[in-house]
Every structure is written in structure tokens, then in C-alpha cells.
């Protein structure tokens, strides 16, 4: 198809509040987990990030904790993360200065005395660099040990201190259906209150999502089309080019359903599809989340596609099937694609379909979210091209581009100018960020923890979410579960995902986007 682009100018950022406002009190931050992948190649990067455009507070401690006895090499080690994940020039002039306020502390998370240590350490560096009592416990160790964590760390009294505050963020995934979400909400919360609980969903630290809301409620001419009657189906697509990166052993239990869809998906869906809330507070942006979530009847299996991925091409290279994957079972039955169809029975949604699916190892790599308007109700300009990318007239389509390449297009049909006929061209108005904002270097996790120093639950999911979201998709694990799938792996590495994902769209007449990306 060939498209004519109009792109934004450079936006003048000069009168833009720089966000001193929002600078956290002093506290420490402590990351159970923080030998792990998370830590270095994002949350430490995040962090200098924050710190470079002056937003932590001038006094503050980064205590690592995990398992392995380290030192100073721990400091080391994310110097060197923070160089290579974040974009910095290992002479940064600020670099030593950060590094400086980071710390290592070694602990056996099952073990009730280390907590005591570790009260003893955190009252010890808060005393020598005169921090404060505010603490923000960040669990990016594996699922099994958020429970004990967060028990131990009620024990010693470190959740509900006299004074300061103190909150606790957890890393997904969050329970592995519904039963174990319910459970751990429970453990939690039987400790923090709803109030100090920070559950990640790094997808709502992304610049692109967070303007979701943005562009639907800042702007006045989407609001009201943005409607059953004017839309006609919305798809969303999580494709990556990336296979599991080692993490065999993790993605066999967790798969793209869990992996993936259960959260990061039912985010982008929720912010599409809620009512707008009455303020950007926490609780009606939340609030309203659920009730999307709430409307969304139980998903026919009929209506689910599951893949994996066989041996094939990614981005010119041979790679191997998801079987002969590091520590994967090579008989498994887990699924690295997941494709389905959903409804949300409210007056807003009710009879437009939802298109949602999400690969590994996909032909390219984009998450984008598109709303296919429906056509006008009559079609005057019959006398079209006879050849050429013209000969027929598209609906208008706007795609959110989630990343790379962030930026949002509309799509519609303009006059080819030319005498002999009405020919009429699809062109895209396409907004690109880079263009108007420059270059990003953010991870989405600098705002998500900065939001959580400063105790804004916003961009976080509440219990009521997450329960709400394992109890739609449980039933569908469950009947996957017990029912082995026939052909696995059935998609090539680098093709758009298993054949039967094409059928689930053509019963109702419908084709997913596969030219995803900014418009050619
Ligand atoms: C994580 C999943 O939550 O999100 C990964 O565990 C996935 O499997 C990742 O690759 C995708 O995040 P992003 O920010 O790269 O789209």
C-alpha cells in the first residue's frame, strides 16, 4: 500500500516543567534479587537515569540483596550494567557519584535471622548518611520467595515501622493462576497494607502506554467515535524477535499466556477500552480498569490459538526451535505464541471484537495496538483504479505504535491527482516521538519507580485487577492444560505465528496486520 506521510515537527520543549516537583524524600531502596538480569540491565539504569535528571534525593542508599556473597564488585557490576543497558559513556561524570550510594548485603531470603541482619544494616547506613526511616523493598528475586520475603520482613517490623513509609514492590508474575494470586494477595497483604503494595507491570512505565490516556482524554475529537458504532474491531499485537534468552527454565512454566498476555495485554486493552476516569488519580484510572476487565465474558477455547515455534530465520539469522531452546523440555507443550478473541459486554464495546496475540520469535518485532474504523455507509467513488495499491478504499485505521519506533498514524484515503479518475489512496498521518521529542533512553522503569518512592499506585495493578484477569484467563490455562496440543511446534521462527491464528480472524471476516511498523 502506498502511503504519503505528514510528519510532526519538533515539539518546544523549553516550556516543559522539568518534574522538581516530584522528588522522593530520603530513604533507601532495597532489591531482593539484585544478582539477577532485572537488576543490572534494568533497574540500575533506570535508577541513574533518574539520577542524571536530578530526580532521587540528594540522600539515599541502593542496598542489593541476594543469596551469593559479594562485595564491592557488587557496585562494580552495575557500573558496568548501567553502562552497557543505558545508554551512558562509562566516563559519565556523574556515574562515580551513584555508584557510590550503592551497597550489597548478602542474604538467604528463607532464613528468618538474616532479616535481623539486615534491619541492623539498613538502620546502620541510614544513621551514617543521615537518610531517614522511608524504605522501599523491591522483590525481583524468583516468584517462590515473595511470600517468605514479605513475611520475614513483617516479622522484624520492617513493614509497619513507627515512623517513615515504607512500601514493597513485586515483580510479575504475580501467581501463576488463580488460586496462587489469591493466596499471595493474601500472604501480602496480611503484611502490607493494599496501600504500600506496588505490583510491576513494566508496560505501564512506557512512555507510548501512558499516552494512551493521554491521547483519549487530552484531545477532544477521538472521544466520541471511539465507540461500538464507529469502530469496527480493534487488534493488538505483541510480537518479539527475541527467543526465551536462556530463560528455558522459567518460560516452561510460564508460556505467552502468562508471560505475557494475563498482564502486559489486559493493561493495553484495559487503557483502549476504560471509561474516562473522573481524575487521573489512582483509584479512578484503576477503578475503571476493572470495570473493562469485569465486562469481559469468559473466552470460548474455540476463540484461543496456541503456538510454538520451530527452527527458522529471525532478522536474516538461522535460529533453533523453542524445543532445543537451553533447559527446555524437548517434548514441551508449552506455547510461545498466543492468539485470541475477546468481548467486552458493555454499551461502549458490545459486538466489536478484540484481537489479541503475542509471539516469540516472530517475523518482526512490534507492539502496536490498531483500531480499524468502520467504512462509511456508502461507498460514491466506484470508478477506482484498476491496478496499483488504489483499487479499493480502506477503512480508516489508527495504529499506536507501543514501540519501537513509538508514534501513532491515522490512516485514510485521499484523491490521487490525476484527471482521468477518482482514484483514491490510503495516505497516514503519522506522529513519531523521536521526531517531536527526540531520543528516548527510558526503560519505563524510571517513572514506575519513581512513582512508587513517591507513593503513587497509578501505574500499578491493584489485587482486584489481578485476580480479576487470572480469573479470565485460569479457565483457558486449565483447558490447554489438559489437552495436549497436536502439532507443536507449528510456526517457523521469524514467520507471523501458526496458520490457525489466521482463521480466528477470518470467521468474522477480518485479517490480522502484518505491515506493522511505522507506514512505508
Ligand atoms: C516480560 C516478559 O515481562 O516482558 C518477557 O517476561 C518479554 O518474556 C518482555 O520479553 C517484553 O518486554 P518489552 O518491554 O521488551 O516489550
Not at 505490583?199 to 501512558?210: A, N, P, W
Not at 518479539?240 to 510460564?254: D, N, S
Not at 527526540?438 to 518512592?453: C, F, I, P, V, W
Amino acid at each position: 500500500m502506498a502511503t504519503v506521510q505528514m510528519r510532526v515537527r519538533p515539539a518546544d520543549l523549553s516550556q516543559v516543567p522539568k518534574g522538581a516537583e516530584r522528588i522522593p524524600d530520603p530513604g533507601i531502596l532495597v532489591i531482593f534479587g539484585a544478582s539477577g538480569d532485572l537488576t543490572k540491565r534494568k533497574l540500575l539504569p533506570a535508577l541513574y537515569h533518574l539520577f542524571q535528571s536530578n530526580l532521587l534525593p540528594e540522600k539515599f542508599a541502593i542496598v542489593g540483596v541476594a543469596r551469593r556473597p559479594l562485595g564491592d564488585e557488587f557496585a562494580q557490576d552495575m557500573r558496568e550494567g548501567i553502562v552497557e543497558f543505558g545508554d551512558v559513556d562509562k566516563s559519565d561524570a556523574k556515574l562515580d557519584g551513584f555508584v557510590s550510594h550503592i551497597s550489597y548485603f548478602a542474604l538467604n531470603f528463607d532464613d528468618p535471622g538474616h532479616y535481623a541482619a539486615l534491619k541492623a544494616e539498613l538502620d546502620r547506613i541510614a544513621e551514617e548518611k543521615n537518610i531517614g526511616p522511608d524504605r522501599l523493598f523491591y522483590l525481583a528475586t524468583a516468584p517462590e520467595f515473595f511470600a517468605g520475603i514479605v513475611q520475614n520482613l513483617g516479622a522484624q517490623g520492617m513493614a509497619q515501622p513507627e515512623k517513615g513509609r515504607v512500601a514493597v514492590v513485586i515483580e510479575k508474575p504475580f501467581g501463576h493462576d488463580l488460586d496462587s494470586a489469591r493466596e499471595l494477595n493474601h500472604q501480602v497483604n496480611a503484611v502490607f497494607q493494599e496501600s504500600q503494595v506496588f505490583r510491576i507491570d513494566h508496560y505501564l512505565g512506557k512512555e507510548t502506554v501512558q499516552n494512551l490516556l493521554v491521547f483519549r482524554f487530552a484531545n477532544g475529537i477521538f472521544e466520541p467515535i471511539w465507540k461500538r458504532n464507529y469502530i469496527d474491531h480493534v487488534q493488538i499485537t505483541a510480537a518479539e524477535t527475541i527467543g526465551v534468552e536462556g530463560r528455558g527454565p522459567f518460560y516452561e512454566k510460564a508460556g505467552a499466556l502468562r508471560d505475557v498476555v494475563q498482564n502486559h495485554m489486559m493493561e493495553l486493552l484495559a487503557l483502549v477500552a476504560l471509561e474516562p476516569p473522573s481524575s487521573f488519580d489512582s483509584d479512578s484510572v484503576r477503578r475503571e480498569k476493572l470495570k473493562v476487565w469485569q465486562a469481559i465474558p469468559s473466552i470460548p477455547i474455540l476463540n484461543t490459538v496456541r503456538g510454538q515455534y520451530g527452527p527458522g530465520i529471525v532478522d536474516g539469522e538461522h535460529v533453533i526451535g523453542y524445543r532445543d531452546e537451553d533447559r527446555v523440555n524437548p517434548d514441551s507443550s508449552t506455547e510461545t505464541y498466543a492468539a485470541l478473541q475477546l468481548a467486552i459486554e458493555n454499551w461502549r464495546w458490545a459486538g466489536v471484537p478484540f484481537f489479541l496475540r503475542a509471539g516469540k520469535r516472530m517475523k518482526k518485532r512490534a507492539t502496536e495496538i490498531s483500531i480499524q474504523f468502520k467504512q462509511p455507509p456508502l461507498l460514491i467513488f466506484d470508478r477506482l483504479a484498476t491496478s496499483g495499491p488504489c483499487t479499493e478504499i480502506q477503512p480508516n485505521l489508527l495504529t499506536i505504535r507501543i514501540q519501537p519506533d513509538e508514534g501513532i498514524a491515522l490512516r485514510f484515503g485521499a484523491k490521487v491527482p490525476t484527471t482521468s479518475e477518482m482514484a483514491v489512496c490510503p495516505v497516514n498521518m503519522d506522529f513519531d516521538y523521536e521526531t517531536a521529542f527526540g531520543k528516548s533512553t527510558a526503560n519505563g522503569y524510571e517513572r514506575l519507580l519513581l512513582d512508587a518512592m513517591l507513593g503513587d499506585q497509578t501505574l500499578f495493578a491493584h489485587r482486584d485487577g489481578v485476580e480479576t484477569n487470572w480469573a479470565l484467563y485460569t479457565p483457558v490455562l486449565q483447558a490447554w492444560a489438559a489437552k495436549k496440543p497436536q502439532v507443536f511446534p507449528n510456526y517457523f521462527a521469524g514467520s507471523w505465528g501458526p496458520e490457525c491464528a489466521d482463521h480466528l480472524l477470518e470467521a468474522s471476516g477480518h485479517a490480522w496486520r502484518n505491515d506493522l511498523g511505522r507506514p512505508a
